[in-house]
């Protein structure tokens, strides 16, 4: 029986010890601004981050250049084994891999939920029509809003729209899921929904890089808690460690203001 | 009417007050009469001196249009003989001329083959409720234009593909350029595919025109009135919307510099002089880089020139609607893997499209009522068909039943196309409901 279930965490300890996202002396300027100094961040597979910091920070830049949707200057980014650079197939293959949900929610308006869900299994991975439909249905049933397939997004509250924004990007069956803030344009009843999908993905192991202001999320579901100030990585620890027992000057002057209320 | 007055007919207990209809004073016509027109002195002032300038005006004008019309006239002899209204025998008795300008007279069943064909085809397209839009879209773009263009100008020679030794050797290019394109299909080689089929396609209709139905061949200087302006105004409203999308993304494309700067050239030329200019270059100009022998006619000419002048227009269009997409939606079609042409088509260029509709159709109606200055290249549009027709010794002094003729014409021709283009815009806002 030991030896049954020691095989299983060594392979579970296998999958989790490979480095998923590589990031190396990474810097950006958003022209002269040096947005991103240094940045260097190793993450494992199944991993769950949360990346926070005061505004201007840099992190929502950070999280954006691993998908390409921002250029770095300097520094290499590899992401699932792939280098990052300039060269188009390389970035289509990435982003085929790493999902992003956005703090607008930015679902298609002219197409109904359930063809935003389907549009990238056809058009990208060539997925026949039915099946793509079929694996969005049940994409749609785990973040709870089966009955909204028909409907265009001009109709959700915001809580279903980033829901839908969720099933959207994980129909597309990528490894790795950046989040932007995505609960900062929520009603407060509606965060928690979105959380709460949050949660349960973070459950089935998928690899989450999430930046939020939501700390209760962070204490819950994180392994590993980022604080970014000016473009640089300040500390980074568990959570537990993070909010107990913060090392720097900047991170405990952060942690005053954010849980001060 | 007393509108302080209250129904004192029963009360009813709290909670239970049913809803009842309003006061006659409070709705319908009497109402608007109320609200609009007779609201304070002057306004009832107004509106009686109103009535009484519309009673001297229209029921003249009816006469002159209707009533007292003459119907049937061989010169306007018998116009002035007649009641004294508006001359219609004049448009009558010349009513080939103004329809179809100086194409044959017995071959007019071709041309209105060709705008029966079209209305078949063009209506399950265009109204989305009558089943086979896409089913009808395809034989419309690929098929009917060179089946229009055999109908009514005939054969066109063009001296590579008449020979007959030639024409074997054509047979062999086009199935081995099929082959090609089944190999790409297999190989999932997309440049194989397209290239194949897309030039075979090519070789296909340039024998075909060349054939052409084997119907006599019509000269387009032979083209005039209403046909030749729906030739003009139809073939320059398919051909600049491409273009102008074409050029606008061209436009936009930051990371092709080439690109970028040729689209703006040719969108900044074209912008900067007048379409008569551009008309007469055309058909100055372009004769002078082809080889000898070659010519084109001036109805081709004005053709490229009416396109290009106003692919250019629908650019800035285009672009304009390119510019009110949020950058969240290109972000968002990035980050799920669709790469720049998929997303352009897929989530940029629909959205963009419909936001425009207004600015589209604005400059399809401007391009309509344009098509008449290709009288410059002494092309005889109904325009000028009517001028050379009032002009004439028989029919002086009958501006004003040729005008408003022509008047009438366009009037129906624009305010379809602003008609449907309102109805389009409906139908797609209660798609989105936002």
Redesign the interface.
């Known amino acids: 029986m030991s030896e049954v279930s020691g095989t299983a965490e060594q392979i579970q300890s296998a999958i989790q010890d490979r480095e998923i996202i590589q990031i190396r002396n990474m810097h950006k300027w958003f022209g002269d601004f040096h947005v991103l100094k240094n940045i260097n961040l190793t993450v494992n597979n199944q991993e769950r981050i949360v990346v926070c910091g005061p505004s201007g920070s840099g992190k929502s830049t950070l999280i954006r250049c691993i998908n390409r949707l921002e250029e770095h200057q300097k520094g290499q980014i590899i992401v699932d084994d792939i280098e990052l650079t300039n060269d188009l197939k390389k970035i289509d293959l990435i982003r085929q891999e790493v999902g992003m949900v956005f703090q607008s929610f930015n679902l298609f308006p002219h197409l109904t939920v359930l063809e935003n869900c389907t549009l990238g299994p056809i058009w990208v991975r060539q997925t026949p029509k039915t099946e793509a439909e079929d694996a969005a249905m049940h994409y749609l049933e785990r973040v709870k809003i089966p009955e909204q397939a028909q409907k265009y997004p001009g109709q959700l509250s915001g809580g279903q729209q980033q829901r839908v924004a969720i099933a959207r990007s994980l129909c597309m069956s990528p490894k790795i899921m950046l989040f932007d803030e995505p609960t900062s344009a929520l009603d407060p009843e509606m965060i928690k929904e979105v959380l709460d999908v949050m949660v349960e993905l973070a459950d089935t192991g998928m690899t989450m890089l999430v930046v939020s202001h939501e700390m209760g999320f962070a204490k819950t579901v994180a392994d590993r808690v980022i604080f970014m100030d000016e473009g640089e990585i300040i500390e980074q620890n568990d959570p537990h460690q993070f909010f107990d027992n913060p090392q720097h000057d900047r991170t405990k002057l952060f942690l005053s203001q954010i849980l001060a209320h | 009417m007393n509108l302080n007055e209250t129904n004192t007919a029963a009360t009813y207990p709290i909670g239970q007050h049913p809803s009842m209809p309003p006061p006659a004073a409070e709705r319908g016509i009497i109402k608007w009469l109320n609200i609009n027109l007779f609201n304070t002195w002057y306004n009832s002032i107004a509106t009686v001196l109103g009535l009484y300038f519309l009673y001297l005006i229209i029921p003249p004008a009816f006469d002159w249009v209707l009533g007292s019309a003459t119907w049937e006239a061989s010169s306007n002899k018998d116009c002035r003989a007649g009641a004294g209204g508006a001359c219609w025998g004049f448009i009558r008795a010349r009513f080939v001329l103004f329809m179809y300008g100086f194409y044959d007279a017995e071959s007019i069943w071709r041309p209105n083959l060709a705008g029966i064909l079209l209305v078949a085809l063009a209506i399950p397209v265009l109204v989305p409720k009558i089943p086979g839009t896409r089913f009808f879209a395809i034989p419309l773009i690929f098929l009917y234009p060179w089946l229009a263009i055999s109908l009514l100008v005939g054969p066109i020679k063009i001296t590579l593909f008449s020979d007959p030794a030639f024409l074997v050797l054509w047979i062999v290019l086009i199935i081995s350029l099929v082959f090609l394109g089944f190999r790409g299909i297999k190989t999932n080689n997309l440049a194989k595919r397209g290239l194949g089929f897309s030039l075979a396609y090519v070789a296909i209709i340039l024998i075909y025109l060349n054939w052409g139905l084997g119907l006599a061949p019509m000269e387009t200087n032979r083209f005039g009135g209403l046909l030749l302006t729906l030739v003009l105004a139809i073939t320059s409203i398919v051909v600049s919307l491409p273009l102008g999308i074409v050029l606008a993304l061209g436009r936009r494309a930051e990371s092709l510099p080439v690109v970028k700067y040729f689209c703006i050239g040719v969108i900044e030329l074209f912008r900067a002089v007048p379409l008569i200019t551009v008309l007469f270059m055309a058909v100055n100009m372009i004769p002078l880089f082809l080889p000898q022998g070659y010519s084109f006619d001036n109805l081709v000419m004005a053709l490229i020139g009416l396109s290009i002048f106003f692919g250019a227009y629908m650019a800035e269009v285009v672009r304009g609607g390119l510019q009110a997409i949020?950058k969240?939606?290109f972000?968002?079609?990035?980050?799920?893997?669709?790469?720049y042409y998929?997303s352009t088509g897929?989530?940029v260029l629909?959205?963009a499209l419909?936001i425009v509709i207004p600015g589209i159709v604005n400059t399809f109606i401007a391009m309509t009522k344009d098509t008449s200055l290709v009288m410059i290249i002494g092309l005889f549009d109904i325009l000028m068909i009517t001028k050379s027709s009032i002009t004439d010794a028989k029919w002086l002094g009958l501006e004003w039943e040729g005008y408003a003729f022509v008047g009438l014409l366009f009037w129906v021709l624009c305010f379809s196309m602003s008609r449907y283009s309102q109805w389009l815009e409906r139908r797609l806002d209660t798609?989105?409901?936002?």
């Open positions: 949020p969240g939606q972000e968002a079609a990035a980050s799920i893997g669709l790469n998929k897929l989530v629909p959205q419909k798609e989105r409901r936002n």
